[in-house]
């Protein structure tokens, strides 16, 4: 008798939410969160760009900013594949202006460098770093990322580079990231939990995980022809997408 009424109660939840195989459930995917508020949030910033294109070379076609903004479009695309809410520090047409950023600290009790955040044309890394710190107080973000392109006097140096702060109360997240996306890629990388003082200003503000990526040297011409390969972007965005989204779902307690 027990056994016939777990049956029926099977039966009816498949009449009531749908039993799986079909493309629709597939194709949904559940991602715990890190915060409490039932959604997973990721903000991704294009390294440079408004009055600082960033590196170029020879062998690399447009500037810095002209590459990264591109991935982080696709990086986008692939996380909101994934399951994943994006939201982007620019779009690459248009930052946050002085008087925003200073009225979304205003709002959320930021204390900021009034000498750092400055009309001059250029989205720095300080006002970066502020910018997403001021978001954070109104929407919990689960993971930041922002994503450069190298460069260096030596042509033959050629890899990927990983860099965090290593006072991120999320550096086990951060660790083990860094790890799988080591070994799923095709040169030697280099990854480091920086210093306080040494981290780059974007990944050290916020208590949410935040990483810098250096997707290669524009200076190395192999790796160059590489940056300006759409599929290579696009599968390299995929890794990222998804080593990302695996790195929350190991790590839902670490909120």
């Known amino acids: ?50 009055g600082d294109p960033g590196c170029s070379s020879e062998y690399m076609v447009g500037t810095e900013a002209d590459v990264t903004i591109d991935m982080v479009m696709l990086l986008k695309n692939a996380l909101i594949e994934r399951g994943a809410e994006v939201v982007l520090t620019h779009d690459g047409e248009k930052y946050p202006s002085e008087q925003e950023i200073i009225n979304l600290c205003a709002e959320n009790g930021i204390d900021y460098r009034e000498d750092l955040v400055t009309e001059d044309g250029v989205f720095s890394a300080y006002e970066r770093g502020i910018y997403v710190l001021a978001l954070s107080k109104d929407t919990e973000i689960d993971f930041f990322v922002s994503v450069h392109v190298n460069s260096f006097t030596d042509p033959s140096v050629d890899r990927y580079e990983l860099y965090y702060c290593n006072k991120n109360p999320h550096t086990a997240l951060l660790s083990g990231l860094c790890e799988t996306l080591s070994a799923r890629l095709d040169n030697a990388t280099k990854t480091a939990a920086l210093d306080y003082k040494d981290a780059y200003i974007v990944t050290k503000y916020g208590s949410y995980p935040s990483l ?44």
């Open 1 to 50: 008798m027990k056994k016939a009424f777990i049956v029926l109660l099977a039966l009816l939840a498949c009449l009531l939410w749908g039993c799986g195989g079909s493309e629709e459930s597939e194709a949904e995917l559940s991602i715990p969160p890190l915060s409490t508020d039932g959604r997973t949030v990721i903000v991704l910033d294009a390294g440079h760009g408004f």
């Open 212 to 255: 810098l990526v250096e997707t290669g040297y524009a200076s190395n011409e192999q790796a160059a022809q590489k940056l300006n390969s759409p599929k290579w972007r696009e599968e390299f965005c995929n890794i990222l997408a998804e080593e990302i989204i695996n790195a929350i779902l190991k790590s839902p307690q670490e909120a």
